[in-house]
């Protein structure tokens, strides 16, 4: 079973940075692509980027490109978001997945297993 610990979330001032981090227990994290998704009060859970096992493919939804990195250190079964230029509509609890596709698409939520419990971004003035 893989299980994941997200953390990293806050209450920050749009325009402002937070790097959140997923780390990996239980079988090993290196094997599969990791997803991170959002949840806004209200709204569906959506993909936001994706890393594939290797680190050679990367998505990122419109919405958060050119502000958001995503990276994995294989060696710590950690993956993190980088998230810059931070706005209001980031707001949202944020989980890390994993066994989905990654590709030149937007990760779907019903295609991965294994979840985090989520962390809490907040964006606000």
């Known amino acids: 079973q893989l299980q994941f610990v997200e953390s990293g979330g806050g209450l920050v001032q749009p325009g402002g940075s937070l790097r959140l981090a997923c780390a990996a227990s239980g079988l090993i994290s290196a094997n599969y692509n990791i997803g991170w998704f959002r949840q806004a009060p209200g709204k569906e859970r959506e993909g936001v980027s994706c890393i594939s096992s290797s680190s050679s493919t990367t998505y990122y939804a419109d919405s958060v490109k050119g502000r958001f990195t995503i990276s994995r250190d294989n060696a710590k079964n950690t993956v993190y978001l980088q998230m810059n230029s931070l706005k209001p509509e980031d707001t949202a609890v944020y989980y890390c997945?994993?066994?989905?596709?990654?590709?030149?698409?937007?990760?779907?939520?019903?295609?991965?297993?294994?979840w985090g419990q989520g962390t809490q971004v907040t964006v606000s003035s």
């Open positions: 997945a994993a066994n989905g596709l990654c590709g030149n698409f937007r990760p779907r939520v019903y295609e991965y297993d294994y």
